[in-house]
């Protein structure tokens, strides 16, 4: 269970969960539990990027990845230089 400015938030049956601060380990769809002041919501986030925090309830936000998805901009298929053959 995660504490946090006298709410509680209900994280016991979630195997993993990331804090403001961490850095995200895999791109995709996260479920941000707030603080009391909002419902929970779904986010969208990057590898690499920095979990934000949250302007009302500070540093109580907690994340808990939902579905992986990859970055395309990070996607082999997408990224980098043209694999077509240059003619001249």
């Not at 995660?2 to 895999?26: C, E, L």
């Not at 996260?30 to 986010?43: C, D, I, L, T």
């Amino acid at each position: 269970m995660y504490t946090a400015g006298g709410t509680v938030a209900v994280v016991s049956i979630v195997q993993k969960y990331y804090r403001v601060g961490d850095r995200v380990p895999t791109s995709g769809v996260y479920r941000v539990v707030h603080s009391g002041h909002r419902q929970k919501h779904s986010v969208i986030a990057v590898r690499g990027d920095v979990f934000p925090r949250c302007r009302f309830c500070k540093d109580a936000a907690v994340f808990i990845l939902v579905e992986s998805a990859p970055y395309i901009a990070h996607d082999l298929d997408f990224a980098g230089p043209s694999l077509e053959l240059q003619e001249g």
